[in-house]
Protein backbone atom coordinates (compact mmCIF):
# COMPACT_ATOMS: atom_id res chain seq x y z
CA UNK A 1 0.00 0.00 0.00
CA UNK A 2 1.72 3.46 -1.08
CA UNK A 3 2.16 6.10 1.72
CA UNK A 4 2.61 9.65 1.06
CA UNK A 5 5.21 11.70 1.43
CA UNK A 6 5.03 14.34 3.66
CA UNK A 7 6.54 18.03 1.99
CA UNK A 8 6.67 21.61 2.25
CA UNK A 9 4.26 23.70 0.57
CA UNK A 10 7.41 24.73 -1.12
CA UNK A 11 8.64 21.60 -1.99
CA UNK A 12 4.79 20.81 -3.43
CA UNK A 13 4.74 24.26 -5.31
CA UNK A 14 8.31 23.02 -7.16
CA UNK A 15 6.09 20.03 -8.59
CA UNK A 16 3.88 22.79 -10.98
CA UNK A 17 5.23 22.85 -14.46
CA UNK A 18 4.25 25.00 -17.63
CA UNK A 19 1.68 23.85 -19.73
CA UNK A 20 0.18 22.28 -16.23
CA UNK A 21 -3.72 22.16 -15.68
CA UNK A 22 -4.30 22.29 -11.86
CA UNK A 23 -7.31 21.30 -9.94
CA UNK A 24 -7.56 23.64 -6.91
CA UNK A 25 -11.20 21.86 -6.24
CA UNK A 26 -14.32 23.83 -4.57
CA UNK A 27 -15.08 26.50 -1.92
CA UNK A 28 -13.40 26.10 1.52
CA UNK A 29 -11.76 23.03 -0.12
CA UNK A 30 -9.17 25.55 -1.62
CA UNK A 31 -5.91 25.16 -1.30
CA UNK A 32 -3.92 28.13 1.17
CA UNK A 33 -0.60 27.49 1.66
CA UNK A 34 -0.26 25.67 -1.41
CA UNK A 35 -1.70 28.70 -3.76
CA UNK A 36 1.05 30.87 -1.67
CA UNK A 37 3.78 28.98 -2.41
CA UNK A 38 2.81 28.81 -6.08
CA UNK A 39 2.49 32.51 -6.31
CA UNK A 40 5.68 33.22 -5.83
CA UNK A 41 7.07 31.14 -8.53
CA UNK A 42 4.51 33.21 -11.09
CA UNK A 43 7.67 34.64 -13.30
CA UNK A 44 9.01 31.17 -13.70
CA UNK A 45 6.04 29.39 -15.26
CA UNK A 46 3.70 30.19 -18.10
CA UNK A 47 0.45 28.82 -19.09
CA UNK A 48 -0.77 27.20 -16.10
CA UNK A 49 -4.35 26.57 -15.83
CA UNK A 50 -6.63 26.14 -12.97
CA UNK A 51 -9.67 24.84 -12.54
CA UNK A 52 -11.79 25.95 -9.30
CA UNK A 53 -15.72 26.74 -8.51
CA UNK A 54 -16.68 29.52 -6.05
CA UNK A 55 -13.91 30.72 -4.90
CA UNK A 56 -14.16 32.55 -1.35
CA UNK A 57 -11.28 34.22 -0.76
CA UNK A 58 -8.70 36.03 -3.19
CA UNK A 59 -6.35 33.54 -4.88
CA UNK A 60 -2.55 34.27 -4.26
CA UNK A 61 -1.96 32.83 -8.18
CA UNK A 62 -4.29 35.62 -9.48
CA UNK A 63 -3.40 38.42 -7.43
CA UNK A 64 0.35 37.53 -8.42
CA UNK A 65 -0.57 38.00 -11.77
CA UNK A 66 -2.63 40.64 -12.03
CA UNK A 67 -2.62 40.76 -16.19
CA UNK A 68 -3.44 36.63 -16.96
CA UNK A 69 0.08 36.02 -18.64
CA UNK A 70 1.38 33.28 -16.74
CA UNK A 71 -1.69 31.81 -14.82
CA UNK A 72 -5.12 31.00 -16.15
CA UNK A 73 -8.29 30.33 -14.02
CA UNK A 74 -11.48 28.60 -15.16
CA UNK A 75 -14.44 27.96 -12.88
CA UNK A 76 -17.13 25.69 -12.82
CA UNK A 77 -19.34 28.33 -10.94
CA UNK A 78 -18.67 32.50 -10.07
CA UNK A 79 -18.15 34.02 -7.09
CA UNK A 80 -18.37 37.16 -6.56
CA UNK A 81 -14.59 37.27 -6.83
CA UNK A 82 -14.13 34.92 -9.99
CA UNK A 83 -17.22 37.38 -11.19
CA UNK A 84 -14.41 40.41 -10.66
CA UNK A 85 -11.77 38.65 -12.56
CA UNK A 86 -13.99 37.79 -15.05
CA UNK A 87 -14.67 41.46 -15.64
CA UNK A 88 -10.83 42.04 -15.82
CA UNK A 89 -10.61 38.91 -18.86
CA UNK A 90 -8.39 36.95 -16.30
CA UNK A 91 -11.30 34.36 -15.15
CA UNK A 92 -12.89 32.12 -17.66
CA UNK A 93 -16.83 30.10 -17.35
CA UNK A 94 -16.86 26.48 -17.84
CA UNK A 95 -20.94 25.82 -18.81
CA UNK A 96 -22.18 22.86 -17.15
CA UNK A 97 -25.26 21.15 -15.16
CA UNK A 98 -23.30 20.92 -12.06
CA UNK A 99 -24.65 17.40 -10.76
CA UNK A 100 -22.40 16.04 -14.07
CA UNK A 101 -19.49 17.35 -13.37
CA UNK A 102 -17.96 14.37 -11.59
CA UNK A 103 -18.67 12.43 -14.66
CA UNK A 104 -16.95 15.03 -16.76
CA UNK A 105 -13.69 13.98 -14.97
CA UNK A 106 -14.21 10.38 -15.64
CA UNK A 107 -15.37 10.79 -19.46
CA UNK A 108 -14.02 14.00 -21.10
CA UNK A 109 -11.56 15.60 -19.02
CA UNK A 110 -8.13 14.89 -19.87
CA UNK A 111 -6.38 13.90 -16.00
CA UNK A 112 -5.36 16.88 -14.69
CA UNK A 113 -1.49 16.91 -13.74
CA UNK A 114 -1.52 17.89 -10.06
CA UNK A 115 -4.78 18.40 -7.45
CA UNK A 116 -4.83 20.13 -4.40
CA UNK A 117 -7.26 19.55 -1.71
CA UNK A 118 -7.61 21.01 1.67
CA UNK A 119 -8.88 18.27 4.11
CA UNK A 120 -8.93 17.64 7.72
CA UNK A 121 -6.25 16.03 9.30
CA UNK A 122 -6.04 11.69 8.72
CA UNK A 123 -8.67 10.11 10.69
CA UNK A 124 -7.93 6.84 12.49
CA UNK A 125 -8.99 4.26 9.21
CA UNK A 126 -6.55 6.48 7.41
CA UNK A 127 -9.03 8.47 5.71
CA UNK A 128 -8.58 12.45 4.85
CA UNK A 129 -11.93 13.96 5.48
CA UNK A 130 -13.02 16.52 2.69
CA UNK A 131 -14.75 18.90 5.32
CA UNK A 132 -17.93 19.86 4.28
CA UNK A 133 -17.51 20.57 0.88
CA UNK A 134 -17.64 17.05 -1.63
CA UNK A 135 -19.16 17.80 -4.93
CA UNK A 136 -16.71 16.12 -7.01
CA UNK A 137 -13.50 16.05 -5.40
CA UNK A 138 -13.36 12.64 -5.34
CA UNK A 139 -13.47 12.71 -9.09
CA UNK A 140 -10.96 15.37 -9.23
CA UNK A 141 -8.53 13.23 -7.57
CA UNK A 142 -9.23 10.02 -9.33
CA UNK A 143 -8.32 11.86 -12.22
CA UNK A 144 -5.13 13.83 -11.65
CA UNK A 145 -1.77 12.35 -11.99
CA UNK A 146 -0.48 13.91 -9.05
CA UNK A 147 -2.68 14.15 -5.49
CA UNK A 148 -1.67 16.73 -3.06
CA UNK A 149 -3.48 17.31 0.40
CA UNK A 150 -3.10 20.22 2.33
CA UNK A 151 -4.15 18.95 5.95
CA UNK A 152 -6.20 21.72 8.18
CA UNK A 153 -7.98 21.54 11.34
CA UNK A 154 -10.20 24.61 10.18
CA UNK A 155 -12.49 22.80 8.30
CA UNK A 156 -15.73 20.58 9.74
CA UNK A 157 -15.76 16.76 10.32
CA UNK A 158 -18.15 15.24 8.00
CA UNK A 159 -20.22 12.47 7.27
CA UNK A 160 -21.31 10.97 4.72
CA UNK A 161 -20.94 9.04 1.13
CA UNK A 162 -17.59 9.04 -0.55
CA UNK A 163 -16.47 12.36 1.81
CA UNK A 164 -12.80 11.78 2.24
CA UNK A 165 -9.85 10.11 0.73
CA UNK A 166 -7.46 7.17 1.78
CA UNK A 167 -3.78 8.09 2.43
CA UNK A 168 -2.66 5.49 0.14
CA UNK A 169 -4.41 7.72 -3.12
CA UNK A 170 -1.77 10.53 -1.82
CA UNK A 171 0.60 11.23 -2.88
CA UNK A 172 2.26 14.20 -1.04
CA UNK A 173 1.01 15.98 2.55
CA UNK A 174 1.66 19.22 2.99
CA UNK A 175 0.72 21.37 6.35
CA UNK A 176 -2.44 23.83 5.86
CA UNK A 177 -2.77 27.37 8.22
CA UNK A 178 -5.67 25.79 10.38
CA UNK A 179 -7.21 28.71 9.81
CA UNK A 180 -11.25 28.73 10.52
CA UNK A 181 -12.73 28.04 7.08
CA UNK A 182 -14.10 30.74 5.19
CA UNK A 183 -17.44 32.50 6.06
CA UNK A 184 -20.00 33.57 3.24
CA UNK A 185 -21.51 36.29 5.01
CA UNK A 186 -25.56 36.38 4.97
CA UNK A 187 -27.21 38.46 2.54
CA UNK A 188 -29.74 40.97 4.27
CA UNK A 189 -33.69 39.90 3.93
CA UNK A 190 -35.45 42.51 2.30
CA UNK A 191 -39.42 43.52 2.24
CA UNK A 192 -39.05 41.78 -1.06
CA UNK A 193 -37.59 38.72 0.24
CA UNK A 194 -39.88 38.38 2.61
CA UNK A 195 -42.71 38.74 0.86
CA UNK A 196 -42.03 35.95 -2.31
CA UNK A 197 -41.02 33.92 0.59
CA UNK A 198 -44.31 33.97 2.42
CA UNK A 199 -45.71 33.48 -0.60
CA UNK A 200 -43.68 30.33 -1.30
CA UNK A 201 -43.68 28.98 2.09
CA UNK A 202 -47.43 28.99 1.91
CA UNK A 203 -47.23 26.21 -0.77
CA UNK A 204 -44.87 23.87 1.26
CA UNK A 205 -46.91 21.28 2.96
CA UNK A 206 -45.38 18.66 6.10
CA UNK A 207 -42.75 16.47 4.57
CA UNK A 208 -41.91 17.82 1.72
CA UNK A 209 -38.30 17.65 0.84
CA UNK A 210 -36.39 20.90 0.62
CA UNK A 211 -33.61 21.96 -1.83
CA UNK A 212 -32.66 25.82 -0.94
CA UNK A 213 -30.19 27.88 -3.79
CA UNK A 214 -28.19 30.83 -2.66
CA UNK A 215 -29.16 34.29 -1.79
CA UNK A 216 -31.66 36.05 0.41
CA UNK A 217 -35.25 34.89 -1.43
CA UNK A 218 -34.64 31.45 -0.63
CA UNK A 219 -33.51 32.49 3.02
CA UNK A 220 -36.61 34.33 3.41
CA UNK A 221 -38.44 30.79 2.59
CA UNK A 222 -36.70 29.33 5.66
CA UNK A 223 -37.41 32.11 7.88
CA UNK A 224 -40.98 32.14 6.59
CA UNK A 225 -40.98 28.13 7.67
CA UNK A 226 -39.72 28.50 10.75
CA UNK A 227 -42.97 31.34 11.40
CA UNK A 228 -45.48 28.77 10.18
CA UNK A 229 -44.39 25.93 12.37
CA UNK A 230 -44.29 23.35 8.50
CA UNK A 231 -42.85 20.03 10.22
CA UNK A 232 -41.64 16.88 9.57
CA UNK A 233 -39.39 18.56 6.77
CA UNK A 234 -36.21 17.03 4.28
CA UNK A 235 -33.27 18.28 3.07
CA UNK A 236 -32.36 17.07 -0.37
CA UNK A 237 -29.88 19.63 -0.80
CA UNK A 238 -26.85 21.07 -3.59
CA UNK A 239 -26.29 23.71 -0.82
CA UNK A 240 -26.60 23.58 2.68
CA UNK A 241 -27.68 27.36 4.52
CA UNK A 242 -27.49 28.89 7.64
CA UNK A 243 -31.45 28.97 7.05
CA UNK A 244 -31.71 25.59 6.63
CA UNK A 245 -29.46 24.79 9.88
CA UNK A 246 -31.69 26.98 11.27
CA UNK A 247 -34.86 24.49 10.32
CA UNK A 248 -32.91 22.01 11.30
CA UNK A 249 -31.87 23.03 15.18
CA UNK A 250 -35.93 23.91 15.43
CA UNK A 251 -36.76 20.94 14.79
CA UNK A 252 -39.08 21.56 11.75
CA UNK A 253 -36.37 19.39 9.93
CA UNK A 254 -36.58 15.81 10.65
CA UNK A 255 -36.13 14.00 7.49
CA UNK A 256 -38.52 11.85 8.50
CA UNK A 257 -40.76 11.51 5.34
CA UNK A 258 -37.73 10.56 2.72
CA UNK A 259 -37.06 8.13 0.81
CA UNK A 260 -33.58 8.26 0.50
CA UNK A 261 -31.42 8.73 3.35
CA UNK A 262 -34.01 8.99 6.31
CA UNK A 263 -33.60 11.13 8.87
CA UNK A 264 -30.55 12.91 7.56
CA UNK A 265 -30.13 15.88 5.91
CA UNK A 266 -28.38 15.44 2.64
CA UNK A 267 -26.47 17.81 0.72
CA UNK A 268 -23.08 17.84 -1.22
CA UNK A 269 -21.45 21.50 0.00
CA UNK A 270 -22.04 23.54 3.03
CA UNK A 271 -21.15 27.10 2.97
CA UNK A 272 -22.41 29.78 5.24
CA UNK A 273 -21.47 30.99 9.00
CA UNK A 274 -18.78 29.36 11.47
CA UNK A 275 -21.97 28.18 13.37
CA UNK A 276 -22.96 26.77 10.25
CA UNK A 277 -19.93 24.39 10.28
CA UNK A 278 -19.72 24.24 14.35
CA UNK A 279 -23.71 22.15 13.64
CA UNK A 280 -22.44 20.19 10.87
CA UNK A 281 -19.07 18.96 12.39
CA UNK A 282 -18.92 15.31 13.34
CA UNK A 283 -22.97 15.06 13.30
CA UNK A 284 -24.08 12.16 11.59
CA UNK A 285 -27.18 13.24 10.79
CA UNK A 286 -25.70 16.15 8.29
CA UNK A 287 -25.28 13.52 4.74
CA UNK A 288 -22.40 15.03 2.82
CA UNK A 289 -22.67 13.48 -0.71
CA UNK A 290 -20.92 13.89 -4.31
CA UNK A 291 -22.89 16.05 -6.27
CA UNK A 292 -23.72 13.20 -8.90
CA UNK A 293 -26.13 11.64 -6.18
CA UNK A 294 -27.58 15.29 -4.82
CA UNK A 295 -28.18 16.80 -8.48
CA UNK A 296 -29.37 14.60 -10.88
CA UNK A 297 -32.99 14.10 -11.60
CA UNK A 298 -33.62 10.83 -11.68
CA UNK A 299 -32.54 10.25 -7.63
CA UNK A 300 -34.20 13.49 -6.60
CA UNK A 301 -37.42 12.68 -7.68
CA UNK A 302 -37.09 9.47 -5.45
CA UNK A 303 -38.02 11.44 -2.66
CA UNK A 304 -41.87 12.53 -2.93
CA UNK A 305 -42.72 16.45 -2.22
CA UNK A 306 -39.68 17.45 -3.30
CA UNK A 307 -39.70 21.36 -3.11
CA UNK A 308 -37.05 23.57 -5.68
CA UNK A 309 -36.50 27.13 -4.72
CA UNK A 310 -33.92 29.12 -6.46
CA UNK A 311 -33.56 32.34 -7.72
CA UNK A 312 -33.53 34.30 -10.88
CA UNK A 313 -32.58 37.77 -12.46
CA UNK A 314 -34.17 38.00 -15.37
CA UNK A 315 -37.27 36.45 -16.62
CA UNK A 316 -39.19 37.22 -21.00
CA UNK A 317 -42.94 36.40 -21.34
CA UNK A 318 -42.53 33.46 -22.36
CA UNK A 319 -41.65 31.99 -19.21
CA UNK A 320 -37.02 32.07 -19.91
CA UNK A 321 -35.27 32.10 -16.78
CA UNK A 322 -31.90 33.92 -16.96
CA UNK A 323 -30.32 33.23 -13.91
CA UNK A 324 -26.64 33.58 -14.47
CA UNK A 325 -26.10 36.63 -16.59
CA UNK A 326 -26.24 39.89 -17.64
CA UNK A 327 -25.84 40.09 -21.42
CA UNK A 328 -22.57 38.62 -22.20
CA UNK A 329 -21.20 39.63 -19.17
CA UNK A 330 -21.47 36.09 -16.86
CA UNK A 331 -21.80 36.30 -13.32
CA UNK A 332 -22.33 33.39 -11.37
CA UNK A 333 -23.32 30.13 -12.93
CA UNK A 334 -26.03 27.29 -13.88
CA UNK A 335 -25.54 25.12 -11.26
CA UNK A 336 -27.93 23.24 -9.94
CA UNK A 337 -30.91 25.38 -11.11
CA UNK A 338 -31.88 23.33 -14.02
CA UNK A 339 -32.11 19.54 -12.60
CA UNK A 340 -33.57 20.73 -9.42
CA UNK A 341 -36.13 22.17 -11.38
CA UNK A 342 -36.64 18.90 -13.72
CA UNK A 343 -36.00 16.74 -10.83
CA UNK A 344 -38.98 18.39 -8.48
CA UNK A 345 -41.51 18.22 -11.09
CA UNK A 346 -40.92 15.07 -11.58
CA UNK A 347 -40.84 14.06 -7.97
CA UNK A 348 -44.53 12.73 -6.49
CA UNK A 349 -46.36 15.83 -5.16
CA UNK A 350 -43.51 18.26 -6.47
CA UNK A 351 -43.01 21.78 -6.59
CA UNK A 352 -40.22 23.99 -8.28
CA UNK A 353 -40.25 27.97 -7.50
CA UNK A 354 -38.30 30.65 -9.35
CA UNK A 355 -37.80 33.47 -7.73
CA UNK A 356 -37.31 37.08 -8.59
CA UNK A 357 -38.18 40.51 -7.52
CA UNK A 358 -39.85 42.36 -9.96
CA UNK A 359 -37.28 45.56 -10.59
CA UNK A 360 -33.77 45.73 -10.88
CA UNK A 361 -32.78 49.21 -9.24
CA UNK A 362 -28.73 50.18 -9.09
CA UNK A 363 -28.46 54.11 -9.08
CA UNK A 364 -30.48 55.73 -11.73
CA UNK A 365 -31.32 52.20 -13.06
CA UNK A 366 -34.69 51.13 -12.36
CA UNK A 367 -36.16 47.96 -14.79
CA UNK A 368 -38.07 45.75 -15.07
CA UNK A 369 -36.98 41.91 -14.53
CA UNK A 370 -39.78 40.61 -16.33
CA UNK A 371 -39.41 41.35 -19.72
CA UNK A 372 -40.41 41.29 -23.40
CA UNK A 373 -37.83 39.24 -24.54
CA UNK A 374 -34.09 38.48 -22.72
CA UNK A 375 -31.20 41.35 -22.64
CA UNK A 376 -28.99 40.12 -25.64
CA UNK A 377 -26.55 37.48 -24.60
CA UNK A 378 -28.36 36.72 -21.64
CA UNK A 379 -28.02 32.91 -21.11
CA UNK A 380 -31.25 31.18 -20.60
CA UNK A 381 -30.39 29.09 -17.78
CA UNK A 382 -33.69 27.29 -17.11
CA UNK A 383 -35.70 26.75 -20.90
CA UNK A 384 -39.57 28.02 -20.72
CA UNK A 385 -41.22 24.64 -21.10
CA UNK A 386 -39.56 23.29 -17.60
CA UNK A 387 -40.92 26.36 -15.52
CA UNK A 388 -43.35 25.72 -12.91
CA UNK A 389 -44.42 28.43 -10.37
CA UNK A 390 -42.67 31.91 -10.59
CA UNK A 391 -42.84 33.96 -7.31
CA UNK A 392 -42.38 37.84 -7.35
CA UNK A 393 -43.63 40.80 -4.50
CA UNK A 394 -46.93 40.90 -6.20
CA UNK A 395 -48.06 37.09 -6.93
CA UNK A 396 -47.39 33.38 -7.75
CA UNK A 397 -48.75 31.95 -11.19
CA UNK A 398 -47.83 28.38 -12.40
CA UNK A 399 -46.75 28.64 -15.94
CA UNK A 400 -47.41 24.43 -16.84
CA UNK A 401 -50.26 24.30 -19.20
CA UNK A 402 -50.58 27.56 -19.98
CA UNK A 403 -50.10 29.06 -23.49
CA UNK A 404 -47.56 31.75 -24.76
CA UNK A 405 -50.14 34.29 -24.31
CA UNK A 406 -51.45 32.92 -21.29
CA UNK A 407 -48.25 32.63 -19.73
CA UNK A 408 -47.04 36.32 -20.95
CA UNK A 409 -50.52 37.41 -19.40
CA UNK A 410 -49.75 35.58 -15.92
CA UNK A 411 -45.94 36.97 -15.77
CA UNK A 412 -47.60 40.47 -16.57
CA UNK A 413 -50.20 40.43 -13.47
CA UNK A 414 -46.90 39.70 -11.24
CA UNK A 415 -44.69 42.38 -12.69
CA UNK A 416 -44.64 45.69 -10.87
CA UNK A 417 -47.52 47.81 -11.53
CA UNK A 418 -45.29 50.31 -13.07
CA UNK A 419 -43.90 48.28 -16.21
CA UNK A 420 -48.04 46.09 -16.40
CA UNK A 421 -48.98 48.60 -18.92
CA UNK A 422 -46.00 48.75 -20.86
CA UNK A 423 -45.52 44.78 -20.93
CA UNK A 424 -48.77 44.50 -22.34
CA UNK A 425 -48.40 46.94 -25.14
CA UNK A 426 -45.05 45.31 -26.15
CA UNK A 427 -46.60 42.18 -26.05
CA UNK A 428 -49.25 42.66 -28.20
CA UNK A 429 -47.49 44.71 -30.52
CA UNK A 430 -45.42 41.35 -31.20
CA UNK A 431 -48.62 39.45 -31.65
CA UNK A 432 -47.62 36.92 -27.84
CA UNK A 433 -50.78 38.15 -27.25
CA UNK A 434 -53.70 38.39 -29.98
CA UNK A 435 -56.32 41.24 -29.80
CA UNK A 436 -58.66 37.74 -28.59
CA UNK A 437 -60.07 38.36 -25.27
CA UNK A 438 -59.42 35.77 -22.63
CA UNK A 439 -58.64 35.40 -19.13
CA UNK A 440 -55.29 34.53 -17.41
CA UNK A 441 -55.37 30.72 -16.69
CA UNK A 442 -56.78 29.94 -13.11
CA UNK A 443 -53.57 29.53 -10.47
CA UNK A 444 -54.58 26.48 -8.86
CA UNK A 445 -52.52 26.08 -5.33
CA UNK A 446 -52.04 23.50 -2.93
CA UNK A 447 -55.23 24.61 -1.53
CA UNK A 448 -57.70 24.34 -4.39
CA UNK A 449 -56.34 21.54 -6.78
Given amino acids: MKTPRHISAQEAAQLVRSGHWVDYGVTIGQPDVFDAALARRVAELSDVKFRSCITVRPRAVIEADPGGKHFHWFSWHFSGYDRKKSDQGIAHY ?96 TDVDRAVGALVASEIEDGSCIQVGIGGMPNAVCASLLESGASNLGIHSEMLTDSMVDLVRSGQVTGAFKTLDVGKHTYSFALGSRRLYETIDDTPEFHCCPADYTNPPHI ?150
Fill in 300 to 449: IMQNDRVVAINNTTQIDLTGQAASESDGFRHISGTGGQLQFVRGAYASQGGKSFICLSSVFEKGEVRKSRIVLNLTPGNTVTTPRMDQMYIVTEFGMVNLKGQSVAQRARSLISIAHPDFRDALERDARTHNLIPQTVFPVAAYRSADNG
Fill in 94 to 189: MPINLGEIPDYYRRFIDPGDIAVIKVRPKDANGYYNFGGTNLWHGAILKAAKTVIVEVTQGLPYTHGMDCGIHESEVDFVIDGDNAPATELPGLPI
